[in-house]
């Protein structure tokens, strides 16, 4: 018997002398090895658990979630694997929602403020003065004055948008919806491209080519959980496709692309057209291409951006250009899509319109590896979401302020938090001239700190809901939102609220239910008489069960009919962008971006999002700005450097973190954190990127904020502080010399 | 000889499908009770994720690459942090998993030491939560205490569960219903989990992809844990082992 390491640890535990004789004899040596009477940890007793289906709504896109609940406790979140947006993934941010039901720094019942406005002093009151107190107020502008009264909410969808929207208009209140990073030029310029008033999906898993324009859409743009669950297809399939990023910042999605372009900020749509001219002029059009893009006025319009010509201001090389252009119109099906960056310049609609089309040119739109169409959705009083631009945020807070044409007398706000949104409105100083701001958050963020009354909703995993995506899957969808627990403190469903000022306003007639429950179920009815989708049942009552235990409702048959235009409207040229700060005084350009797992700032409270590593810098907790490392070693900048970052509208604070993936021309910071209020975790950390973007630098279509066009100069503080991050020395890491550690083949098997 | 087992667990990791995203780190956290990473303990380089995604870089701007490794418990079937445990609180377990007895570790941080992947962590503290965050706490995982190691024990709690709940209604264990909270959340289906015993698995299968490596495999660790290599036809150049 050879005496291996192993054996020889087992004799050394057991008595050695009846080991040798019992492995002799041939006992299985399962029976020898060295246990502890105790448990051991493959011994752990399970308890009992029941998974319940629900939507997470963390982010703008819900994932259809299953929660696992023992003892009345929620304990993991995980994808539904029925879901049709993740299919059973799930994100960081998916996960944390347990922290949100469990954080304890919730508002556990509704409050009226005692202090001073913006001071956090607040008195618990119970929800019959509360709900007193707001009933009165409506009544108070009821009639002439209703449009004082804003019903400031996020993009609401679904039930829940209905109601709101029903309660607004019933009242006469005006209905406001903040998107923090909006997607206005994006959704424009799908309505002008495509003639869609739905965002598409886009068949990543089909397609043989991505041109991604700027689009982080692996970590933030739009629904990441489900671009990601197609990119893990588009990599496991053979052929292997290719992926190329052009971006002025190397993100997360560009970190994962076969390769990474850099275009000058602002570029994007100029590029585009430039790909478009070298498609048209060598004829490498696919055969589907209209003719009016191929040989019209638009071709001939788009002659002027060659590659010769366009090349020094999108900073690529005019052969490296053809290239692009070549590699697009060859390895069909390939797929062009643009956001993030892009959108966010004084030109940014016509970046994306330009981006878009390119789709056509090669035979992309409506077919597999390209643009699906979603359906028009399945009950057509729901709303899609969609928020107020900029702009029209920008003529709010002046009317705060001035109380010009008509003051605001009272502003309820639920879902978002404009005084961190819309820092660089001073939103906060424009809520001091506002009669009474009422907010709805489970927390208290820094717009419910300014707020005179606070009725805390539930939390999601608390509440009713429902969702429809946008963008869809490329058929009908309704994702239901269901209580997994019940609600732990003193708080109610905003719909319930909705409903319940509507009865003692006189307004049942627009909302005649008594619970947003039975709003769900209302729709749900509807659902069940079209007789169709992933539910089958013989009544009503066993269909409701069916989408509960499912986790919503869907038709994959139900698709889109609708056809691309033979003529689409397609911009003959795109401008130039135009940015704040000149050059010679603001040498970068700021690229702010939404951070992985804080996105907006939404996430900013939850200690996982918090603790979660950036993948690229490994940053955590923290504020920081990439600058390029041979510029900041030009400038004297070391890791951990306090920088002062001064744009014409402000300046923040942020610790510098060296880059060499960052171009010499640009800094990126990370939107989320500089919360004054939002609980333990957030609070008195970081900056807030948004308080210094120029205000009135926005896209020239849309009104959208351009948040990519405002430029900065740094100062060194002369301070420091320890950059906290998972990586560098004494973290763990295979910290060795030896490069075989990530293997790398250039040939697919 | 030893009795071979039925199972014999592991992991397939395919780079070429790895973005960083993370959702695999929290994933991970969630299911076992891994303590709140603060930013003090992240200033102390204290930080406990049982994986963890490791970020290298490729080349300068303009012609830079970064490239995602995530790195777990390679589960050796030489591990180097066995042996040197004075109390046989890290033992090889008949599955072909690494397990730590939590009860008989008194914390002498030689397994620490002696393991090349950094995968092991110390408690230094008792970990802390506010009271109602410990509503969240999974428990069928023990909350480990101060002065004990831990590491990934590739969700053994479901392990166990699961084939429990097979056995129990008489039926197979099939393939990828036993999945660990990474693998699990891996949204581009990154990390594949299952049994090597088992050669019509899809663990097995992926195994025996050409561009299958294991992390650090001249030190003759004989990890469970198998990397299939990035792919990238315009790399500056192949690195192999």
């Keep these: 018997m050879a005496l291996s390491r192993r054996k020889f640890l087992v004799l050394a535990g057991g008595s050695a002398l009846g080991a040798v004789i019992f492995e002799a004899c041939g006992v299985p040596s399962r029976e020898l090895l060295v246990e502890s009477p105790i448990e051991m940890p493959e011994d752990a007793v399970t308890g009992l658990d029941n998974w319940y289906a629900t939507l997470c709504r963390q982010c703008s896109t819900s994932e259809g979630v299953i929660v696992r609940v023992i003892e009345g406790r929620a304990k993991k979140v995980e994808g539904n694997p029925d879901y049709p947006i993740n299919l059973g993934k799930h994100s960081a941010c998916c996960e944390a929602g347990l922290q949100a039901l469990y954080h304890p720094d919730r508002l556990r019942g509704p409050m009226r403020r005692v202090g001073e406005r913006g001071s956090g002093e607040f008195q618990e009151i119970s929800w019959e003065e509360a709900l007193d107190e707001l009933v009165a107020e409506l009544k108070k502008y009821r009639g002439s004055d209703a449009d004082t009264v804003v019903l400031a909410t996020d993009p609401l969808r679904g039930h829940l948008g209905m109601v709101a929207k029903r309660f607004a208009d019933a009242y006469g209140a005006r209905a406001m919806a903040l998107e923090p990073v909006e997607q206005s030029v994006l959704r424009g310029a799908v309505k002008v491209v495509y003639g869609q008033e739905q965002l598409p999906d886009f068949d990543i898993e089909n397609a043989n080519h991505i041109l991604s324009f700027g689009a982080d859409f692996l970590s933030t743009w739009l629904s990441p959980v489900r671009f990601a669950v197609k990119y893990g297809q588009f990599r496991g399939k053979r052929p292997r496709g290719t992926f190329v990023q052009i971006e002025s910042r190397f993100s997360a999605t560009a970190a994962n692309a076969d390769e990474w372009v850099f275009i000058k900020p602002g570029y994007e749509g100029i590029l585009a057209l430039s790909i478009a001219q070298v498609i048209i002029s060598e004829r490498l059009w696919d055969a589907k291409a209209p003719p009016a893009m191929t040989g019209g006025a638009w071709a001939q319009s788009v002659q002027s951006y060659s590659p010769e010509n366009v090349a020094k201001d999108v900073g690529i090389a005019p052969e490296r250009i053809r290239e692009l252009a070549r590699e697009f119109a060859r390895r069909k099906p390939s797929l062009a899509l643009g956001g993030d960056l892009p959108a966010a310049h004084t030109n940014g609609s016509s970046n994306l319109s330009a981006i878009y089309a390119l789709n056509y040119l090669v035979g992309s739109v409506g077919n597999k590896g390209g643009i699906i169409f979603n359906p028009e959705p399945p009950l057509p009083e729901l709303p899609i979401g969609g928020g107020e631009t900029y702009k029209q945020w920008h003529d709010m807070a002046d009317r705060l302020r001035s109380g010009r044409p008509k003051p605001v007398n009272l502003l309820l706000v639920r879902g978002i938090n404009p005084v961190h949104s819309l820092a660089n409105l001073d939103f906060k100083d424009a809520l001091n001239q506002v009669g009474k701001v009422v907010s709805f958050s489970s927390f208290m963020d820094d717009t419910t700190a300014m707020a005179d009354l606070v009725l805390p909703e539930h939390v999601y995993l608390e509440d009713w809901g429902d969702d429809l995506p946008n963008p869809g899957p490329g058929y009908r969808l309704v994702g239901i939102q269901q209580p997994i627990v019940r609600p732990l403190y003193n708080t109610r469903s905003f719909g319930d609220i909705l409903l319940t000022l509507a009865q003692e306003l006189g307004m049942e007639r627009q909302l005649p239910w008594g619970s947003f429950k039975e709003v769900l179920e209302d729709g749900a009815e509807k659902l069940f008489d079209m007789g169709k989708g992933s539910v089958k049942a013989p009544g009503f009552k066993a269909f409701w069960s069916g989408v509960l235990q499912r986790g919503g409702w869907w038709d994959v048959e139900a698709k889109s009919t609708a056809v691309a235009p033979v003529s689409p409207q397609l911009p003959e040229k795109v401008e130039k962008p135009s940015f704040a700060g000149s050059d010679g005084e603001y040498p970068f350009h700021l690229l702010p971006f939404q951070h992985p797992t804080l996105t907006d700032g939404r996430g900013a409270h939850l200690p996982w999002l918090q603790a979660t590593p950036d993948p690229l810098t490994s940053t955590v907790w923290h504020t920081w700005i990439e600058i390029n490392t041979v510029k900041a070693e030009e400038m004297g900048i070391k890791e951990g450097d306090v920088i002062a970052v001064e744009s014409p509208h402000g300046t923040i604070e942020a610790l510098a973190y060296p880059s060499r993936a960052v171009s010499p021309e640009v800094v990126c910071i990370p939107i989320g954190q500089g919360h004054t209020y939002f609980g333990r975790y957030a609070e008195r950390r970081g900056s807030n990127v948004f308080a210094i973007l120029a205000p009135e630098k926005n896209d020239k279509e849309t009104g959208a904020l351009a948040w990519a066009a405002t430029k900065v100069r740094l100062t060194k503080t002369g301070r420091w502080a320890r950059l906290s991050k998972f990586e560098g020395e004494g973290s763990p890491g295979i910290q060795t010399e030896e490069r075989d550690v990530v293997q790398i083949t250039r040939t697919e098997s | ?241």
């Design chain 2, 1 to 241: 000889m030893a009795q071979q087992s039925e199972h014999k667990w592991g992991m397939v990791i395919d780079l070429d499908k790895c973005i960083g995203c993370q959702a695999c780190v929290i994933a991970c956290q969630a299911e076992n009770n891994v303590p709140l990473n603060t930013e003090e303990i992240f200033n102390q380089k204290r930080a406990i994720e049982w994986i963890r995604v490791e970020r290298y870089w490729e080349g300068e701007f303009p012609n830079v690459k970064a490239r995602f490794l995530p790195v777990l418990c390679q589960h050796c079937e030489n591990a180097p942090c066995e042996p040197v445990c004075p109390v046989y609180a890290t033992y090889h377990n008949q599955e072909g998993l690494n397990v730590q007895v939590y009860n008989r570790c008194v914390g002498t941080r030689y397994c620490q030491n002696n393991c090349p992947y950094h995968v092991r962590f110390f408690n230094y503290w008792t970990p802390q939560w506010p009271e109602s965050l410990r509503n969240q706490l999974n428990p069928d995982v023990t909350v480990r205490s101060r002065g004990i190691m831990e590491k990934c024990t590739f969700c053994i709690q479901r392990i166990r569960r699961t084939t429990r709940n097979a056995k129990r209604e008489g039926r197979k264990l099939e393939d990828g219903l036993l999945q660990p909270a990474c693998a699990q959340a891996c949204p581009t289906s990154t990390l594949t989990f299952g049994d090597l015993n088992d050669p019509d698995s899809k663990v097995s299968q992926l195994a025996k992809n050409s561009r299958n490596y294991k992390l650090l495999e001249k030190l003759g660790t004989d990890p469970n844990v198998i990397y299939l290599k990035k792919v990238d036809p315009k790399a500056a150049e192949e690195l192999h082992a």
